[in-house]
């Protein structure tokens, strides 16, 4: 019978210790830089989706400024300031007016990994005083505009004339008579442009009705720039639609926004893949930007832009220049030479936008 060797075996259990310490400290050593190696994957995931990210956000902000935003341009590529999981894009505007560059605020847009595109948010926009520079107003020649004074409507509501709607999810509104509106006085600046001395100014027309393209290169005078063009939806798809807006009548900024989509034919930019400029030139026609507006970012605009768009690649001859419709014209010139256009009984309104005083140095365009 073989004897127990006590020392023999505690130096065998010790052995077997450091055998099994030593797998140990292998497998912890192991799992470390596995969770290393898995830590830097999933942040390089992370950035390389935040990169894309990135990209189609800034994407998006050009191809809003170009395509529905008149006669606005971006400066530069936009400035970004990138998170671990988000960021947000910024972008200088400016307007071209004459041939005077014009400093007009800045659109930024925000995104993060979890998002397509993220949010675009409004234009921050310069002064608004005229005539150095305010917003447009632009009118739809399909719409019917009418608004409604806070006195009759609190009249009509002590009445009781009007009709109690219900939407879904609870929502509801009051209607009122058509009798009780008025239709909007639409503005025409002309008379006040022409007044000035020294200035380049724009001016965004919008026309009693649509014109096609070539009706409208007959109509405009040959010393104002055409700086962008408003593209119709199609008259067939208003149908002469009336919009009701209500409004205090001591509101300077009685009009709803119009939504508006177009282009400007200055300029051959190129965003990555995307080419901006010579919307006439092969498969970069101006039908297929607005199928890539559909296509790519349709998502990311309200229901009033999706519809617009939509009738617009349903109703218009975007593949045929000459007979594509427009809704109006933003025109850019001397404030002298917007006189030819006084009395134009194709114009329903005539509203000012960006103006500089002329200098020695910078030539006007026109």
Do not use: C
């Given at each position: 019978?073989t004897?127990?060797?006590?020392n023999k075996f505690?130096?065998v259990?010790?052995k077997?210790?450091?055998?099994?310490?030593?797998?140990?400290?292998?497998?912890?050593?192991i799992?470390?830089v596995?969770?290393?190696?898995?830590v830097f994957?999933?942040?390089?995931?992370?950035?390389?989706?935040?990169?894309?990210?990135f990209?189609?956000?800034?994407?998006?902000l050009e191809v809003?400024t170009?395509?529905?935003?008149p006669?606005?341009?971006?400066?530069?590529?936009?400035?970004?300031?990138?998170?671990?999981?988000?960021?947000?894009?910024?972008?200088e505007v400016?307007?071209?007016?004459?041939g005077y560059?014009?400093?007009?605020?800045?659109?930024?847009?925000t995104?993060?990994?979890?998002?397509k595109?993220?949010?675009?948010d409004?234009y921050?926009v310069?002064?608004?005083s005229?005539?150095?520079g305010?917003?447009m107003?632009?009118f739809n020649?399909?719409?019917t505009?009418?608004?409604m004074t806070a006195?009759?409507?609190e009249?009509a509501?002590?009445?009781?004339n009007y009709i109690?709607?219900t939407?879904?999810?609870?929502s509801?509104?009051?209607?009122?008579?058509?009798?009780?509106y008025?239709e909007v006085k639409y503005?025409n600046?002309?008379?006040?442009?022409?007044?000035?001395?020294?200035?380049?100014?724009e001016?965004g027309i919008?026309?009693d009705?649509?014109y096609t393209y070539?009706?409208?290169q007959k109509?405009?005078?040959?010393n104002?720039?055409?700086a962008?063009?408003?593209v119709?939806?199609?008259?067939?798809a208003?149908n002469?639609a009336?919009?009701n807006?209500?409004?205090?009548?001591?509101?300077?900024?009685?009009?709803?926004?119009?939504v508006?989509?177009?282009?400007?034919?200055n300029?051959?930019?190129k965003?990555?893949d995307?080419?901006?400029?010579?919307?006439?030139e092969?498969?970069?026609?101006l039908?297929?930007?607005?199928?890539?507006?559909?296509?790519?970012?349709?998502?990311?605009?309200?229901?009033?832009?999706?519809?617009?768009?939509d009738d617009?690649l349903k109703?218009?001859?975007?593949?045929?220049?000459?007979d594509?419709?427009?809704?109006g014209?933003?025109?850019?010139?001397?404030?002298?030479n917007?006189?030819?256009?006084?009395?134009?009984?194709?114009?329903?309104?005539?509203s000012a936008g960006?103006?500089?005083?002329?200098?020695?140095y910078?030539?006007?365009?026109k």
């Open positions: 019978m004897k127990f060797d006590a505690e130096e259990v010790k077997s210790k450091q055998k099994n310490r030593k797998k140990s400290i292998l497998m912890v050593v799992s470390v596995l969770s290393i190696i898995l994957a999933i942040l390089l995931g992370i950035f390389s989706i935040n990169d894309r990210r990209f189609e956000n800034a994407k998006y809003r170009r395509f529905m935003t006669n606005v341009q971006t400066r530069h590529l936009p400035q970004s300031d990138i998170g671990l999981f988000n960021g947000k894009n910024t972008v400016q307007k071209d007016v004459d560059p014009l400093e007009w605020g800045n659109i930024s847009g995104f993060n990994i979890f998002s595109l993220g949010k675009v409004s921050s310069g002064g608004k005229y005539p150095e305010r917003r107003n632009f020649p399909n719409i505009y009418k608004f006195d009759i409507t009249k509501k002590e009445e009781g109690r709607k939407g879904k999810n609870g509801s509104w009051l209607v009122f008579p058509d009798d009780l008025e503005p600046d002309i008379a006040n442009i022409v007044k000035t001395e020294n200035r380049v100014v001016v919008s026309f009705k649509p070539e009706e409208v109509m405009m005078p040959e104002l720039v055409q962008w063009y408003w119709s939806e199609g008259e067939q208003s002469k009336q919009k807006i209500y409004v205090n009548e001591t509101d300077e900024d009685v009009f709803a926004r119009t508006t989509f177009g282009y400007s034919e300029g051959d930019i965003f990555g995307l080419r901006l400029g010579n919307y006439w092969g498969d970069n026609g039908k297929t930007a607005f199928e890539m507006l559909k296509t790519d970012y349709s998502s990311e605009m309200d229901k009033d832009e999706r519809k617009i768009l617009i109703n218009n001859h975007l593949k045929n220049k000459k594509m419709s427009l809704n014209i933003v025109l850019t010139g001397r404030s002298e917007f006189k030819q256009l006084e009395g134009k009984s194709w114009i329903r309104a005539a960006a103006s500089a005083e002329t200098i020695p910078i030539k006007p365009t």
